[in-house]
């Protein structure tokens, strides 16, 4: 993604010269007598985003290096929050990548998961499955449900096309684009049951 | 060049801990991966205290009243001395002020021997023993130095956190405090201005000093510091350390204070700086 | 939010009511303070003393659940001092609307009321009509595309014009009956009710009740404080009401804003994720109502207003879901999409549903009812009936593992779980809405870790085997999936969400090109739209694929007004798009008077110039008329203040809400106290169902008042919170907070474990003794009130807690069917070592 394209901001000291602190300091460079460590965030890949907790809709901007992110924090450019994040914005880095207490070193977020699991009836763990066996398998639930739970015309003979066997929730923590999606798709399947976090 | 300084103003402050999150995420601190490493703080205030991983927490206080209560919060953090103690008493000159400044402990050089922790008035550098050296808040040296503001105040969304100029700084306190009484806030102050040769850290309590937690006329306590010495390693071990202490301290000329040891009775002492 | 963040600092008295703005929405609070430092001040209503109420000018403890009663005493006020704005009132309201004299009150019910069925007939409370005007569709006409070929067929509809008195004084106006409605809050009785001293409830009426004043501004700032009780649409239709009076919405600085909890959830509400809504507000067709697209029509459109358009929405989204397939003979397969029976859907509904096994199969994306779900032990029982479950998530939410949940028998639990990784936000691009509506742009910043996919792509992948099994196979209905239009699919058969954004913005079928203004929208079957409110956000024919030259995408951060002359006033019109039309205040018509001046000339959001309206937003009432070449403006007695309402004014007496046309104090399903101002305890047509009766806790067993509440540090099931070992640092456990008092009585001290129990549930947690609760005098009597948060669960490595909704009350609100988390009652008591 091309950032300067879109009027992003820099990161290096010496381009920094149009954001808001340069007017703050003038325009010389008051340090220079100290040996100035480099920011580790020199040289990264930017990109921008928006917050995912809260309705406010605060920016932020991502540094990456390698491939990996190693830095989060609020997009100064943004008009609601000016390069500002609460405590939960900042640690949306976590959500990621954490700090190995012992070492130091970054590491991803033990927690997280990243393998498709599945548990079978009357299991008291999750075992490891791949996604084209997790997608299969999903898919003939859903038919198998559907099939047996659909009601074509209801009891005063209008037609409903509903499946009553099935229900969904969620929606809130995805983008739009697939809140959209996901809203057509179970329809599409014929569920009613369908709700999600504005609702409680 | 032009000091810096960061303004804290209490009564701006949400004690969101947007602060205290950013300081840790762009200075890689880690936090502990456990549930049983955790403990109830009794408060909101959490961790309750400083650590080696820990360099800036927001202190909750709580005063009761008929309707509601006050809640005066606090930026616990390295206020960055003019009359750094640390530094006076860091033995290897690992602790120095950069030109704007920020009090920083150069890791390379730290070799862990604690004077510091001992000596700073507000109980600011923390000692990690698996590491043996000690942190604390460097003012995100490498941040002002690109021009950019601390990673603490430049995510303060209420400008209850602002970096700057020291004398621009020290200028907006005491225009908001002059607000603040005129608001009925009577007690707010400033701190920072005189403080210990003069704060890099300057703070408007709305509630007064007290109030907020701040100490009331700070002092170096090297001569507490070199009492704690003694029972830390014996006078051997005190009195090599102090070769190497004093010899740093004459070497550089610190001109911000006269010292004397005395090796018989064992004690350094320190003449007030003039004010 | 009618209005929006940064529209914050304009106003002149805050209200943060029944929310808690400082800790769950913080930079909020940014413009606060700028509003602040203007010299606004702000009031903080809350049971708790938070850390909103520490940067407050005035802190109002009110009783959990008396917030009907607080804004009844507030009307009271405003029509005793008459402080309400009058020019607003009867240019924008309904104030001078006559209802008929069917309409009565009487001890706690409106007329109406069937006891049997604990509802209401609302035709009793409808206006007398002076004169009916039959749709124009002659070639001419308002309504000519109604004869369009292509338009389903169906009966045009008859506008309605209500009878008025302009001076206000007739008995059955609107005015006069709300005015003698509130006549009892007097505020004696709504202390007495809310515990708030009376003269601290004066100074508060006062300081809100002053922004009355032409060309003064309040907000109110509200969440679920104001939403989970069993009357919460009746808190928000009293905020309303309270901001018509005062004349504060549609300006600068003002208007009724809903800070919403989760990043995108108002956009997934926009994207018809309810089980009553389609996309972008069309209500989801019931088999008892709409039979057919006709009767669909006929019933949903309104005969006034904008939503005159109802049927080009409708059509245009079935032509985005069926393509080819939706055409005017098969009613554009209308019958495609689903009816439900018209009975209440609402999660409290499904969990009740599952206990029963006829849900086979649940599908959960980013959601966590095991420990958000009100009553949630009832709601992980019901899921122990399912034969499956598919979860989404980034974590082994404590729903993925509801088998192993405490006190679970695991080995009897036959559902079998899917746990499928998902990317994160920052690991996938695609818009979502804040509460201001602004649509913004999140770009890929890095590739999902190990085997994690974004949603967008596992639901095609499970959608794409569907539709080849019954492709293959046959089954129930196959044409509803395989003939769904999805073509949203790149070159490799994987999603490219800027072809799903073209779908929702819309475009004209002909051509294929994305169209800038739902204005276009047709009823002919010649256009296709997924949510008519998006379009325009990603409308830029010269760049398809890329978000950044898309409105969603644009940032221009300098705050400008659209037209030289007016006022910059923090819209920042540049920066994304805001639905619908990148409209940043809505019911901007309404801060001007009659004659088109604005109430405040520094902060006006558009303004009539004697010739053409002169724009500081994108104006919100048919501003100007463009035929052909031909422009011209609508002057300002012909324009709408609110164009989305049949009246097309602002409604102080609303005939379609389930409890009544006005707001009524009623105690929550669960009261320490009587009702002061009825016989009518509770909510005459709350939401209950079977589970939750069983388990209603009553005040002789369970004296102690708890509430719910959220903190800075985490954020709602904790998934996402109490899995980042930054954030469990800075809050990591779980506590309850505590009067001193109740400490004392109870032998409590901060740190104990405590026990906290009611028919719902026990959980244990720590104790926070402190002085942000305290006991209240209601009635006579001290009512103890405790407050806990309900982030935790025992789900996480890092920080496990007592989930607070173990005790919550699976009631609902009779419009919504919101849980009531906010009211419920318990017991307490120190843990035995």
Known sequence: MNLSRRGFFKLTGASFAAGALAELFGPSNAFAADEVPEMRIAGATESTSICCYCGVGCGMVLSVKDGELINLEGDPDHPINRGALCSKGNAQFNIRNVYDPETGELMLNPARTTKVKYRAPGADAFEEKD?????????????????????????????????????????????????????????????????????? | MAETAILYDSSKCTACKGCQVACKQWNQLPSPLTNDEYTYTESFQAPLDLAPNTWLIINFREEDKEVGIDWNFMRNSCFHCTEAACEM???????????????????????????CVASCPFDVPR????????????????????????????????????????????AIARERVDQLKAAGYDKAEMYGEKELGGLHTIVVAHRGLEAHGLIRDPKIGLTDFWQFLKPLGGLGIAATVAGLGLSYFMARGYNRGEYSYDEKTDTLTVKEVEK | MTNHWTDLQNSDVIMINGSNAAENHPISMKWVQVAKDRGAKVIVVDPRFTRSAAVADLYVPIRTGSDMAYYGGLFNH???????????????????????????????????FDAEKKSYDPSQWAYEIAEEIPWDTSPTGAYAWVNKPGTPAFTPLVNKKAKKDPTLQDPNCVFQLMKKHYERYTPEVVSQITGIPQDLLIESYELYASTGQPGKAGVIMYAMG??????????????????????????????????????????????????????????????????????????ETQYAGWWTNRPKYLVSMLKEWYGDYATVENDYAFDMVPKFSGKPHSHIHMFQEMETGSIEGLMLWGQNPAVGGPNCSQERRAMEKLKWMVAVDLWETETAIFWKAPGADTPAIDTEVFLLPAACHYEKQGEIANSGRWIQWRYKAVEPPGECKDDAEIISEIYLKLKELYEAEGGANPEQITKLNWDYLDDNGHIDITKVAKGINGYTIADGKALASFANLQADGSTACGVWIYTGYFANNDAPSDPAQQKTGSRDNVDKPLDEGMPAVGSYLGWSFAWPLNRRVIYNRCSCDATGKPYNEEKALVKWNGEKWLRGDVPDFGFQVVAGDVTTPTPPDKTLSFMMTNETVGKLFASGMKEGPFPEHYEPFESPVQNQLSSQQTNPAVSLVASAAETMSTPDEFPIVMTTFRLTEHWQTGGLTRNLPWLVETMPKMFVEISKELAEEQGIVSGDNVVIENKRGVITAYAMVTGRVKPMEIGGKTVHQIAAPWHWGYGSTCSIGGMANDLTPNVGDANTHIPEYKSFLVNIRKQEV
């Open chain 3, 78 to 112: 405003i029509f005793t001092n008459k402080l309400y704005h009058e020019d607003y009132l009867k240019t924008h309201t309904n104030a001078s609307y006559i209802v008929k004299s069917t309409y009565s009150f009487d001890d706690g019910i409106f007329s109406g």
């Open chain 2, 127 to 170: 000692w990690d023993e698996a590491k043996n050296k000690t942190f604390k808040c460097w003012q995100c040296f490498d941040r002002t130095s690109a021009g950019r503001e601390p990673a603490c105040v430049s995510s303060c969304h209420t400008a209850a956190l602002q970096f700057g100029d020291r004398a621009e700084m020290l």
């Open chain 1, 131 to 200: 996604w084209d066996w997790a997608i299969e398998e999903i898919a003939k639930r859903i038919k198998a449900t559907r099939d047996a739970t659909y009601e074509t015309v209801d009891e005063n003979g209008v037609t409903v096309n509903r499946c009553n066997g099935i229900a969904q929730l969620g929606g809130a923590a995805l983008d739009g684009e697939e809140a959209y999606m996901l809203s057509k798709f179970a329809r599409a399947l014929g569920v009613v049951w369908i709700d999600h976090q504005a609702r409680i």
């Open chain 2, 89 to 115: 008493a860091c033995p290897v000159g690992a602790i120095s002020h950069k030109e704007n400044g920020a009090v920083v402990i150069d890791q390379d050089k730290c070799i862990g021997c604690r004077y």
């Open chain 3, 226 to 299: 104001q939403t989970q009780h069993s009357y919460g649409s009746q808190n928000c239709r009293a905020m309303s009401v309270l901001q018509l009076l005062l004349g504060n919405i549609g300006v600068a600085g003002g208007g009724v804003d809903a800070l919403r909890g989760e990043s995108n959830v108002q956009g997934s509400t926009d994207m018809g994720l309810l089980f009553g809504n389609l996309p972008g507000y069309l209500n989801l067709p019931n088999a008892t109502a709409h039979k057919n697209i006709a009767e669909y029509i006929e019933k």
